[in-house]
């Protein structure tokens, strides 16, 4: 079964940094997209950066500047670079991957991050 396990959220200061990682495992098939998306705390789940197999990249006007998103096709793995952290950024960040030819969406369990002012 395909499994998203996502680590690296944290506790850190406002201006400060933190790289999430999320690795895919448990398909036969190939992943498309990958990206992560946060929630925070009363509001709905928002869309944060996305990359396709090719590396083009897409982010919320929110991170753009500050935050960058890679992958490692070969580990299935992808990644979210947050720099210049902000308090609302403060959120559970989820990752989340598209596989060719299989409609469902697959998401990981979250990490919470909180940014302190």
């Known amino acids: 079964q395909v499994q998203l396990v996502e680590s690296g959220g944290g506790l850190v200061q406002a201006g400060g940094s933190l790289r999430l990682s999320c690795a895919a495992s448990?398909?036969?098939?190939?992943?498309?997209?990958m990206g992560w998306y946060r929630q925070a705390p009363g509001k709905q789940r928002e869309p944060v950066a996305a990359?396709?197999?090719?590396?083009?990249?897409n982010y919320a006007d929110s991170v753009k500047g500050r935050f960058t998103i890679s992958r490692d096709n070969a580990k299935n793995t992808v990644y979210l670079q947050m720099n210049s952290l902000k308090p609302e950024d403060t959120a559970v960040y989820y990752c989340?991957?598209?596989?060719?030819?299989?409609?469902?969406?697959?998401w990981g369990q979250g990490t919470q991050v909180t940014v302190s002012s």
């Open positions: 990359i396709t197999s090719g590396g083009s990249t």
């Open positions: 448990g398909s036969i098939f190939s992943i498309n997209a």
């Open positions: 989340n991957a598209d596989y060719i030819g299989v409609l469902q969406r697959y």
